[in-house]
């Protein structure tokens, strides 16, 4: 179960590392700054 579990986590985490590696706009990388940006304004 355990190994299982890790495998599906390391296919997610590097399918994750090469959808932002091959989508990686700047207008993208723009977006979710700000989106943060503003979240972080709205905690304060």
Same mark, same amino acid.
Request: hydrophobic share 55%; proline share 2%.
């Given at each position: 179960?355990?190994?299982? !579990?890790?495998?599906? &986590?390391? &296919? *997610?985490?590097? *399918?994750?590392? @090469?959808i932002?590696?091959?989508? @990686?706009? !700047?207008?993208? *990388?723009n @977006? *979710?700054?700000?989106?943060?940006?503003?979240?972080?304004?709205?905690?304060?």
């Open positions: 179960m355990r190994e299982s !579990k890790e495998i599906i &986590i390391f &296919i *997610a985490l590097s *399918a994750l590392l @090469l932002g590696i091959g989508f @990686l706009p !700047k207008s993208a *990388a @977006l *979710a700054v700000n989106h943060v940006i503003q979240s972080s304004g709205q905690v304060q």
